[in-house]
């Protein structure tokens, strides 16, 4: 009697092989520099106590990769800054903040996505946008997660501890072709689940069902 509408995404937008705007040098980022990058709303809730303490175990190991976060929030001081600032990490971990004109320009410079936990209504967008890029994914096992990635096949679920975090990362960051290959089987994934005319085979599907 209940049945699961696949989330959309434009995933025409959202492609690889777009031409972009250089991010890398908008950020001041080596071109060979491994980027990890982060979409979210900076809140307590967000465990980036956790994201930022993987990434300091990260760039200990190669200190030549680069996060990326993207987002705002009231509590970006208290959640962000000041965390970043007692790391020491402020030559590695570039505070985009909100992005609009560039936003496409700015996923196409990650290598690897990652996420920890999903906003209010749990649907992780940016995952999938990032998917649909044919960039993998290293999030958590929390809440949808687990259902958007299939953990070794488009990307990494691991659980909300800053050990597994890190050894994930960085078994993305040494193997650029399993990322070539997750990021592929992301993108193919994507187009099969996050399309609306996904959304609408189902639709048509689920009206058939209960009609029967």
Known sequence: KVRLM???????RFRPGLEVKDMRTVFDNPADAPVIGLVTRFQKYRR???FLEAAAKVIEKRPDVRFVLLGASSQMQETVIKPIAEL??????????????DYVDTLACFDIF?????????T?????EAMAMAIPSVVTDYGMLPDIINDGQTGRVVASEVDPLAAAWLSLVDDTQLRQKMG????????????MKAMAASLEESYLAWLG
């Open 114 to 122: 990652s996420l920890l936990m999903p906003g209010f209504d749990g």
């Open 6 to 12: 696949p989330m959309t995404i434009d995933t025409d």
């Open 48 to 50: 980036m106590e956790v």
């Open 124 to 128: 992780a967008r940016a995952v999938r």
């Open 88 to 101: 020491g990490l402020q030559s590695s971990v570039i505070v985009a903040g909100y992005r609009m004109d």
């Open 184 to 195: 592929k089987a992301a993108r193919q994934d994507a187009l099969e689940r996050f399309q």
